[in-house]
DNA sequence: TTGGATGCAAATACTTTGCACACGG
DNA sequence: CCGTGTGCAAAGTATTTGCATCCAA
């Protein structure tokens, strides 16, 4: 939890005692937990928290990239008329989400004592990162 | 577009003028549009159709694997504490996510040509299938 | 003391649902 | 004709926002 608090000051953000116990609630589950689930633990501790305050800081610390969005385009479901297995890139500032065919990257295979019980249907790859249209905008913002 | 037709009468469904105007809107771009975008393009060709049929036929082709819904998990952000590189495991019954940390899938590389322009700068692997738990209510109900 | 954080309530965005009617098989 | 599909409106769920107050630095 120290290192929690180092790295909020580092990032310059404030050590509330909320923030802690958001932090606190996520780092203690392998879950995944949703704002929502995270409230729920949340309030086990600190009743008075706001729901509100879950999905800010939830929102600030991933930004901070001090804890992780599993789900980064879960704002939105979309779709693809092609079923074939292929992979994609999804640039982080527009979401645009590029298809990625390459033969390479459909072979690959989980050894199966990391996922015991687990029954593999198939597998997709996102690849994140910065599309050419937001790396010039990027370029253009800065040189100013 | 005949393809289509031959696809939905083997899976049982109806052939209507909406169901083909939507996966003609969806096959004709590569963008992965959201249902609010499919239903901007289809508004075009026919301009009565409803919000709603967009959604319901999207889901439907989608439970058919006709179409591909990019995002499995969107309907809710899930965050983790673990900013490590790894991978997830996602039940497709129950929506548990389940961490992977294999070094083996850690040093996938794309290559270059096949995303021009693109900056990656990172990249995650989301494995879908089936976990115990649901294996095992799947064979309860099975045998009744 | 001051800017960021909180908490409440209201607003918004996305998606689903119920139901009467239409239409495909 | 029967059952699935459509369209509308209403409801539901997830998330964001505005703003007054509070608190960490």
Known sequence: MDDFIATCRREGLSVTYQR????????????????????????????????????????????????AKVTPLHDLARFDADTNLHHHLVCVHCKKIIDIHDTNLNEIEIEHEKAPGFQVLGYQIQFVGVCNECAVKQQISEAV
């Open 20 to 67: 802690i116990v958001i932090y606190k609630a996520l780092s203690s589950t392998k879950t995944h937990p949703s704002a929502e689930m995270v409230y729920r633990m949340v309030k086990k501790e600190y009743p008075s928290i706001s729901l509100a305050t879950v999905y800010k800081n939830l929102e600030t610390l991933a930004d901070h990239g001090i804890i």
